[in-house]
Nanobody, 120 residues
Framework: VQLQASGGGLVQTGGSLRLSCAAS????????MGWYRQAPGKQRELVAG???????NYAESVRGRFTISRDNIQNTVYLQMNSLKPEDIAVYFC???????????????WGQGTLVTVSS
């Protein structure tokens, strides 16, 4: 199973970016999906998560600005980021809990990370 993230880049304060993360490989089912971020010198933190039935949760710092969504046919998770601030600067990682075969437990897989930079 591979997760390929894309969509990071440089944007001005107040701007928007949309991250995408597509899962491929041997996939029977994907349960929870999410986005995490790691800023320089800080620990990785959860930004937003979404269950297989579409229930979402957000870090307080991004609530109302970021929106997570997923396409269960394409095995893809998105993160729409609006009103970006310099404090959003980080490497963003996608995560998916994947079941590769019926009867097995899910296992967490990670994307390679995509850098988001916000200029002030």
């Amino acid at each position: 199973v591979q997760l390929q993230a894309s969509g990071g880049g440089l944007v001005q304060t107040g701007g928007s970016l949309r991250l995408s993360c597509a899962a491929s490989g041997r996939i029977f089912r994907i349960d929870n999906m999410g986005w995490y971020r790691q800023a320089p010198g800080k620990q990785r933190e959860l930004v937003a998560g979404i269950t297989s039935d579409g229930t979402t949760n957000y870090a307080e710092s991004v609530r109302g600005r970021f929106t997570i969504s997923r396409d269960n046919i394409q095995n893809t998770v998105y993160l729409q980021m609006n009103s970006l601030k310099p404090e959003d600067i980080a490497v963003y990682f996608c995560n998916a809990d994947v079941v590769i075969r019926v009867g097995l437990m899910s296992r967490a897989y990670w994307g390679q990370g995509t850098l988001v930079t916000v200029s002030s």
